[in-house]
Structure formats: C-alpha cells, structure tokens
C-alpha cells in the first residue's frame, strides 16, 4: 500500500451514528402535552382567584380555588407518570401534592390574610413551590439531553433565571424595609423577569411537546 492510500484512510471520518433516545419518547410526548394544557388552564383559573374577583363574585373566586387545587394535584399526578423517564420529576409531583394538600387544608380560612398560621403556609409554599419547580426544569432537561441538546440546555437556563428572579424579590422586599425606593425599584424589575420566566415555561414546554412528538 503506498504512502498516498495511508493517508486517505488516516483522513477518513467514519459516520456518525444516529443517537437513539434512552426515554419512552411516546409516553413524555402525550404527557408533556397534557402538562402544557394544565399550565393554561392554571393561567385563566389565577384570574378567576384576583382580588377583583374575590371581592365582586366571591364564589366563583371560591370555585376557582378548589379548581386550582385539582390543577396542581393533576400536575403532580402527569409528573408522577413521566417520573419513569426521569427521576427528579417524582421529586416536583411531591412538592405539587404538598402544595395541592396545603391549599385545600387552608382553604376555609385563606381569605384571613391575617391569620399567622395563613401566613407561614403561603411562606412554606412559596418554598415548596421553588423546589417543585427545580425538580422539573432538571428533569426536563435530563429527558431532552439525547433527543434536543438545544433545548434542553434552554430548560437549565430558565431554571437559573427563575432562581434569580426568586430570590431578587426576596432581596427586594428586605430592601423595602432599609430602602424603600430601591427595594420597590428591584421588586419591579424581578417581577417582571418572573413574568418573563412563567412565559418561556409556557413556550419551552410547548416546544418540548413537539419536539417529542417529531421524535
């Protein structure tokens, strides 16, 4: 064999091979779309539960209520199914059914917003709620990894955008205290950013379903 043919075998590249999703893609596709349609049935029902609506027709306020507890507790249950695929979606269904437990349990006294033991919940909640919210942004990332790289690596961002928006209010509502101007200043702007943040989950999720669905 002369030197000319050894090189050309040296340069060759052998294909690459098709990577085969080590996920039940079927499964995540049906699921991540009934996860897409609860997250806007929650959008319509947190109108129903604003202070407009609570004070001018205070039972449909309370019937959206209880339909928000089935929401979260259904969410759970979809994250639950798809726990299969990726561990850290069984961590968010716990925090979801923590959640849905919390707010049916405070239900009969959760207009008394001055009730201590109404407060510390709305607080552990909002803890939970963060948590829940870690466990499925990674596992929407673990379960993208070999069918779209892209997004999820989107999915790790937003999770890191959602953290700093978390704890900017958090920030924001002790500057409140010392500086007024700046703690609203910083509240404003990271209310925004978790605006921003709920909108993209809408958007990302809704990729995903597709995603799957094309896979």
Not at 61 to 72: C, D, E, G, S, Y
Not at 194 to 200: C, D
């Given at each position: 064999?002369?030197?000319?043919?050894?090189?050309?075998?040296?340069?060759?590249?052998?294909?690459?091979?098709?990577?085969?999703p080590?996920?039940?893609?079927?499964?995540?596709?049906?699921?991540?779309?009934?996860?897409?349609?609860?997250?806007?049935?929650?959008?319509?029902?947190?109108?129903?539960?604003?202070?407009?609506?609570?004070?001018?027709?205070?039972v449909v306020?309370?019937?959206?209520?209880?339909?928000?507890?089935?929401?979260?507790?259904f969410?759970?249950?979809?994250?639950?199914?798809?726990?299969?695929?990726?561990?850290?979606?069984?961590?968010a269904?716990?925090?979801?059914?923590?959640?849905?437990?919390?707010?049916?349990?405070?239900?009969?006294?959760?207009?008394?917003?001055?009730?201590?033991?109404?407060?510390i919940?709305?607080l552990?909640?909002?803890?939970?709620?963060?948590?829940?919210?870690?466990?499925?942004y990674?596992?929407?990332?673990?379960?993208?990894v070999?069918?779209?790289?892209?997004?999820?690596?989107?999915?790790?961002?937003?999770?890191?955008?959602y953290?700093?928006?978390?704890?900017?209010?958090?920030?924001?509502?002790?500057?409140?205290?010392?500086?007024?101007?700046?703690?609203?200043?910083?509240?404003?702007?990271?209310?925004i950013?978790?605006?921003?943040?709920?909108?993209?989950?809408?958007v990302?999720?809704?990729?995903?379903?597709?995603?799957?669905?094309?896979?």
């Open positions: 064999m002369d030197e000319k043919n050894i090189v050309e075998e040296q340069n060759i590249i052998p294909e690459e091979k098709p990577v085969t080590s996920v039940d893609i079927a499964l995540l596709a049906r699921w991540v779309r009934v996860l897409f349609w609860l997250i806007i049935a929650s959008l319509l029902i947190s109108f129903l539960t604003g202070e407009t609506i609570s004070e001018t027709m205070p306020a309370a019937a959206a209520q209880i339909a928000n507890i089935l929401v979260v507790a969410y759970g249950f979809v994250l639950l199914k798809m726990s299969a695929e990726a561990i850290r979606y069984r961590g269904a716990i925090c979801h059914f923590i959640s849905a437990a919390f707010s049916l349990a405070l239900f009969p006294i959760s207009a008394d917003v001055e009730n201590p033991l109404v407060v919940a709305a552990l909640a909002v803890v939970i709620d963060m948590i829940g919210e870690y466990y499925e990674m596992g929407h990332t673990d379960v993208l070999d069918v779209d790289r892209e997004l999820s690596g989107k999915w790790f961002k937003l999770w890191k955008w953290l700093i928006t978390f704890l900017g209010i958090f920030a924001g509502t002790i500057l409140t205290v010392l500086i007024p101007l700046l703690g609203m200043l910083v509240m404003l702007v990271c209310t950013g978790t605006l921003i943040v709920s909108i993209l989950k809408v990302y999720i809704y990729k995903m379903a597709n995603v799957l669905k094309k896979a």
